[in-house]
């Protein structure tokens, strides 16, 4: 038997069923939270100061402090202090490694930010402290969108034990640093909307490859060596404080932005890549690489002109790493064999294609495009390159090899 309700019944059944459809609906499409109530944002600090730039790491807490944190944007911080003699004796003159929410305040000298938590001395040259401070915030801190940034010495990918060079995030105390394999290890599987390096010389094609994902990941970095001052954290925070809907890419362009205009009358530069399209400029600078060494004996020395001429930046001992897309057009010019020719377009349309936005400011960083790679001269090749992921996927350390035999 067929019951068939009365009209108003029908009628508040129907209205019930619409109700429900468009709130399925509404939750199918457009942006949305995945849990109600989250906030948009969690920005993670890896503040390692255990080295020579910890009164700069001091002032950067007292920058982002003046933002601090909201409703919707988590502003987190693992800052660790040096003890060394001579360093900077502020702020209750603490060495340990300490975990910050970062609360508002207007003092620019004095840290007013709650500690979470009380570390002891750690080793913030050990990627697995990185990847347990991501995890971490992650647990305790969850968002919409991830951004975090490497505060330290860089050096792109070179080792620390190479004339100087620093890997990224040194910590005098423990003697170490994270290379750029451990790099990528450590941020494997984080889904991480945005990784920004506050250091020198993280710009590179070989950093970008090594610590690409599936995810739809932003890196923002510079090629050349970065002011000891950092990033402008105030000025970074405030335009996320206003706008806690913006997409990763729109605040990327907010760091790039922001960093080099502060640095007007200096030197700096600054890009964001998208990391899912490093796959393209991977590919196209081996066929460059294959081009190149095919090409060697007739063209030597145009190729070794074309790399000493284009744009250089600050690593010791030599000027080895060059801005990617310079050095293709010149070497197009000066060596202009066919598939050379063809490469070396590919790889300046890659590049391109994966640069969100570059910006650099000063007459020594004009012809920065937002990648570099490393071309050391024919005096000689660092051996621990062709540990890296894009040494091993392409035939670039081949070609290297062949320079300098």
């Excluded at 800052?79 to 490694?97: E, H, I, K, L, Q």
């Excluded at 968002?143 to 080792?159: P, T």
């Excluded at 066919?338 to 650099?360: F, G, Q, R, W, Y």
């Amino acid at each position: 038997m067929i019951i068939i309700p009365p009209p108003a019944l029908r009628l508040s059944v129907i209205v019930a069923f619409l109700l429900a459809l468009a709130l399925l609906l509404a939750g199918c499409g457009g942006h949305h939270h995945s849990n109600p109530g989250e906030p948009q944002w969690t920005f993670l600090v890896y503040l390692n100061a255990d080295n020579s730039l910890e009164s700069y790491g001091i002032g950067d807490m007292n920058e982002m402090e003046m933002v601090g944190s909201s409703a919707q944007v988590n502003v987190v911080v693992q800052f660790d202090r040096t003890g060394a003699p001579g360093s900077d004796s502020s702020n209750d003159d603490w060495t340990d490694c300490r975990r910050y929410l970062v609360t508002k305040d207007s003092d620019s000298q004095v840290i007013h930010s709650p500690v979470l938590q009380y570390m002891g001395e750690v080793d913030m040259g050990n990627p697995q402290t990185l990847t347990d401070f991501i995890e971490w915030a992650k647990t305790n801190y969850p968002a919409e969108n991830y951004a975090l940034v490497i505060w330290n010495h860089g050096s792109g990918w070179r080792d620390r034990s190479l004339m100087a060079a620093k890997g990224v995030s040194w910590d005098d105390t423990s003697g170490t640093f994270i290379n750029t394999p451990q790099l990528g290890t450590a941020l494997q599987g984080q889904n991480l909307n945005l990784v920004a390096f506050d250091a020198c010389l993280m710009s590179m094609i070989e950093v970008a490859y090594q610590i690409r994902t599936d995810a739809q990941t932003i890196m923002v970095g510079s090629e050349e060596l970065a002011p000891a001052d950092g990033y402008p954290y105030d000025l970074i925070l405030q335009p996320l404080h206003d706008n806690p809907s913006m997409t990763p890419g729109e605040f990327a362009s907010v760091i790039v932005n922001q960093d080099v205009d502060s640095y007007v009358g200096y030197y700096a530069t600054q890009s964001a890549v998208d990391l899912s399209k490093i796959g393209p400029v991977a590919s196209a600078a081996d066929l460059l690489a294959q081009a190149l060494q095919a090409n060697s004996s007739t063209y030597a020395a145009e190729i070794a002109s074309a790399r000493d001429a284009s744009q250089h930046y600050q690593v010791y001992p030599e000027y080895d790493f060059r801005d990617a897309h310079d050095f293709a057009q010149r070497v197009k010019q000066a060596a202009p064999a066919p598939d050379i020719t063809a490469a070396a377009d590919a790889l300046t349309s890659a590049i391109t294609n994966s640069v969100l936005l570059e910006k650099h400011t000063g007459a020594s960083v004009a012809d920065s495009h937002g990648l570099s790679i490393y071309i050391p001269a024919s005096s000689g090749f660092d051996t621990p390159y062709s540990q890296l992921a894009f040494a091993q996927d392409t035939a670039w350390d081949e070609f290297l090899l062949s320079q300098t035999q």
